[in-house]
């Protein structure tokens, strides 16, 4: 059965750095991309950032580029986001993604088969 699971979730305060986890079973790890999107309360879901599991592409929204960063471990079974510098804007629901349709942009959630529970990232001021 397809699983991901997000922790590392919490409360922070602005200036701050979380590292989120997403542990895959070795089907979903076999997948294209994994990326993380995020939602706040009243907006559209978000792509934050994408790699391509079999190589070195990676992909970032603009308001996370330079602060955030994607990665995999060696054996491809856990995606992680390491964030630095959080802002209060970046408080969200942040969900792990697998499975991107193919030809679909990375940040496109709609293209995405396999999605997380979340995790809560909440960034005080």
């Known amino acids: 059965q397809v699983q991901l699971q997000e922790t590392g979730g919490g409360l922070v305060e602005a200036g701050g750095s979380l ?19 995020r939602q706040a309360p009243g907006k559209e879901r978000e792509g ?3 790699i391509y599991t079999a ?8 308001s996370v580029k330079g602060r955030f960063t994607i990665s995999q ?17 970046d ?16 940040d496109d959630a709609s293209a995405y088969t ?11 001021s």
């Open 91 to 106: 408080t969200a629901m942040y969900y792990c993604a697998a499975d991107k349709r193919y030809g679909a942009n990375w």
């Open 48 to 50: 934050v950032a994408s």
């Open 19 to 37: 590292r989120l986890s997403c542990a895959t079973s070795e089907y979903t790890y076999s997948t294209n991309y994994m990326t993380w999107f």
């Open 55 to 62: 190589g070195p592409m990676s992909f970032y929204d603009d």
């Open 114 to 124: 396999y999605w997380g529970q979340g995790t809560q990232v909440t960034v005080s």
């Open 73 to 89: 471990d060696e054996a491809r079974e856990t995606l992680y986001l390491q964030m630095n510098s959080l802002k209060p804007e």
